[in-house]
């Protein structure tokens, strides 16, 4: 089984740290609606005949933008081409400002039995120096609406990282994000990306990123909190309830088929990756020529290998040794045994029989723990 992410490229406003593709001009909605739908069509057969979905994901941008009639014609569209049978998991995500009674009501009518909203800090400066369409108050309220309206399966992102003269901050979002009792946090450090507001400013010393000790030491009282109540991390970023992982972003760790429809989505079929155009006027215009507007990329061995290294090892289940043995005659351990061996004696890394885990130190190195078994 298989899932769906529909990218979604329209925000109110631009946060000052955010580098996805999305368009605060809403004048294509319409129109990029009618081309999802059409996609969603012509795509139909790309995860197999017939494609069977356990999970469906709108993501963005920010999703919550689409009026009940828009988020209608998509679910109807996907229930038209796809098998819906084993369909389990209906994520949208949205931004607190967007949530009221009615609204939330009419995502409960039209099938999202998930919401992840990105609340990202329960302080009003912080979220106006980040550009936020919300503020404090909104993010609190936001969450219990969802909560009375019937949907529990809530999940809510948190950034850490952002400068500041202590840690105060940190400690009150994570009291307050624990007092909401949500089944599902996922947390990011406050990355500073070139092309961005806040990319721009840092080049111009009008903005001074937080250094990585006083990040690393976030991250770590991070993972204090979230086990001290019951959250398993069961991803770098992702925290969860016992059995209330994200079934979607769980499936791309775990390197499960998935289709991408919109601009700029990526997809994915085991043997090649598919690229969507991060353009909204020219997705729009070649979808209705009947063009799919996408770029293919052949996976060799060594990009497959790769690639499950780096998604596996950020899970708590770890990497596979003697599956990637089996599937790809590489023989990872026998290839990398003095690197292993000295990750190993650093405290980044253990076993547990084939199975290659990060350890609560080697979750600060995740990427340079992947990077130094790369196949070159």
């Not at 809510?156 to 089944?183: F, R, S």
């Amino acid at each position: 089984m298989s899932g769906i992410y529909i990218h979604i490229p329209f925000c109110k406003q631009a946060c000052y740290y955010c580098d996805f593709h999305f368009s605060t001009n809403l004048k294509l909605k319409t129109d990029l609606v009618q081309a999802i739908v059409k996609e969603l069509e012509m795509q139909q057969y790309y995860l197999g005949n017939p494609s069977q979905l356990k999970t469906l994901y709108f993501g963005g941008g920010t999703p919550s933008l689409l009026s009940k009639e828009e988020l209608q014609q998509i679910m109807e569209a996907v229930e038209q081409y796809y098998d819906c049978s084993m369909l389990e998991e209906i994520t949208l995500e949205a931004n607190p400002d967007d949530l009221n009674a009615s609204k939330l009501q009419d995502l409960a009518e039209v099938g999202i039995n998930r919401l992840s909203i990105g609340i990202q800090s329960f302080h009003d400066p912080f979220l106006k120096m980040m550009h936020r369409a919300h503020n404090a108050q909104e993010a609190d309220t936001c969450v219990k609406l969802a909560q009375d309206a019937g949907i529990e399966n809530i999940s809510i992102d948190l950034i850490y990282g952002i400068p500041a003269d202590t840690h105060q901050y940190w400690e009150e979002d994570l009291q307050k994000a624990m007092a909401l009792k949500v089944p599902h946090i996922s947390s990011y450090c406050l990355t500073i990306e070139e092309k961005t507001v806040l990319g721009n400013w840092t080049k111009k010393g009008r903005f001074k990123p937080a250094e990585d000790e006083f990040s690393a030491t976030q991250f770590e009282r991070l993972l204090e909190v979230m086990k001290e109540n019951g959250y398993e991390h069961y991803e770098i970023s992702n925290f969860a309830q016992p059995g209330m992982y994200s079934k979607h972003n769980t499936a791309y760790w775990q390197q499960k088929k998935y289709l991408g429809i919109g601009p700029a989505a990526h997809s994915y079929n085991g043997q090649s990756r598919q690229y969507n155009i991060a353009n909204n006027s020219k997705y729009t215009q070649q979808i209705h020529q009947g063009i799919i507007p996408a770029e293919r990329e052949q996976l060799t061995v060594k990009d497959q290998v790769n690639e499950y290294l780096l998604t596996t090892l950020r899970t708590m289940w770890g990497s596979d040794m003697a599956y990637i043995k089996n599937t790809y005659q590489v023989d990872i351990p026998k290839q990398f045994q003095a690197v292993l061996k000295d990750m190993e004696q650093k405290g980044w890394i253990r076993w547990k029989g084939s199975l290659l885990q990060l350890t609560e130190n080697g979750k600060l190195m995740a990427d340079m723990v992947s990077e130094n078994l790369f196949l070159l």
